[in-house]
Antibody, heavy 126, light 107 residues
Framework: EVRLVESGGGFVQPGRSLRLSCTASGITFGDYAITWFRQAPGKGLEWVGF??????????EFAASVKGRFTISRDDSKSIAYLQMSSLKTEDTAVYFCTRGYDSSVTLGVYWFDPWGPGTLVTVSS | DIQMTQSPSSLSASVGDSVTITCQASQDSSKYLNWYQQKPGKAPKLLIF???NLKSGVPSRFSGSGSGTHFTFTINSLQPEDFATYYCQQYYILPYTFGQGTKLEIK
């Protein structure tokens, strides 16, 4: 069974940093892209960013709202992807989800976002 | 950015009914559209990919169609477990964007 689990969420003050982890099992982690999404309390879903597989360069893309503040990295030997969040703002408060996907040679992005982890809550507040 | 306009935002229906949700993209999204189901406190679940393909294991009462800028999602013969919020998402052009969601409630 393919399973992803996020961890590392919590309460943090504005301007501080936090690192989330996405740990996978049941897959050859390095074969896949990993995408992060978030959902603010009571709101809809928002794409945060993704990291391509090493076969596609292991490069990253981000939403404008987090670009320059968030980074994504991966450790394929541990089957973990990380979302490093810096200069956090109150509007970053959300449940953060990670998903597995495939790199696309057609769109040059990622397709297939399944399964999703259960999510981890990040609360940014003073 | 591609804006995804999903309608209706809420819907009341009874067990056994059929319902349809639409998603209009502000520009061409080709076939690259997903439909998700989300229940309170849970992660979204992928139901339909590439606009019209049913993910393995998803009941056949769920279906999707469309391409380009107009997409539809239909649930036939609603079951009690289908009452949830549904989202469309385009993954053709970055940033990937979602519709605002449709909350399907029991009448």
């Amino acid at each position: 069974e393919v399973r992803l689990v996020e961890s590392g969420g919590g309460f943090v003050q504005p301007g501080r940093s936090l690192r989330l982890s996405c740990t996978a099992s049941g897959i050859t982690f390095g074969d896949y892209a990993i995408t992060w999404f978030r959902q603010a309390p009571g709101k809809g879903l928002e794409w945060v960013g993704f990291i391509r597989s090493k076969a596609y360069g292991g490069t990253t893309e981000f939403a404008a709202s987090v670009k320059g503040r968030f980074t994504i990295s991966r450790d394929d030997s541990k089957s973990i992807a990380y979302l490093q969040m810096s200069s956090l703002k109150t509007e970053d408060t959300a449940v953060y989800f990670c998903t597995r996907g495939y790199d696309s040679s057609v769109t040059l992005g990622v397709y297939w976002f399944d399964p999703w982890g259960p999510g981890t809550l990040v609360t940014v507040s003073s | 950015d591609i804006q995804m306009t999903q309608s209706p935002s809420s819907l009341s229906a009874s067990v056994g009914d059929s319902v349809t949700i639409t998603c209009q993209a502000s520009q061409d999204s080709s076939k690259y559209l997903n439909w998700y189901q989300q229940k309170p406190g849970k992660a979204p679940k992928l139901l339909i990919f590439d606009a019209s393909n049913l993910k393995s294991g998803v009941p056949s009462r769920f279906s999707g169609s469309g391409s380009g800028t107009h997409f539809t999602f239909t649930i036939n013969s609603l079951q009690p477990e289908d009452f949830a919020t549904y989202y469309c998402q385009q993954y053709y052009i970055l940033p990937y964007t979602f519709g605002q969601g449709t909350k399907l409630e029991i009448k």
